[in-house]
């Protein structure tokens, strides 16, 4: 069974930074694609920003310049590193990965979640 773990959200001034983390674990044959999205009060659930093997990065263009996705392939590790934070950045993170967990069987999960609030 896959399980995606997050951390590192928190209560942050506006400007500040945070750097989330989420370790996939479980049997895992091979990961695809691992990405954030969020979703504010009151708002859909939004892509943020995606890291695609063979393909690169995607950022959704709110957050362009500001956060950097990256990935530690050994540690089935995605990081996010969110720098000047503005108050319109709150919102529940949620981890994604689509992971191939069986024989020519991959699947989309997600993590439980966790609040970013940028607040003076």
């Known amino acids: 069974q896959v399980q995606l773990a997050e951390s590192g959200g928190g209560l942050v001034q506006p400007g500040g930074s945070l750097r989330l983390s989420c370790a996939a674990s479980g049997t895992i044959f091979a990961i695809s694609a691992m990405g954030w999205y969020r979703q504010g009060p009151g708002k859909e659930r939004e892509l943020v920003a995606l890291?695609?093997?063979?393909?690169?990065?995607k950022y959704t263009d709110s957050v362009k310049g500001r956060f950097t996705i990256s990935r530690d392939y050994a540690e089935n590790t995605v990081y996010l590193q969110m720098n000047r934070l503005k108050p319109e950045d709150t919102a529940v993170y949620y981890c994604?990965?689509?992971?191939?967990?069986?024989?020519?069987?991959?699947?989309?999960?997600w993590g439980q979640g966790t609040q970013v609030t940028v607040s003076s």
């Open positions: 994604n990965a689509n992971i191939q967990y069986s024989d020519f069987v991959f699947d989309e999960f």
């Open positions: 890291i695609m093997d063979g393909v690169g990065t």
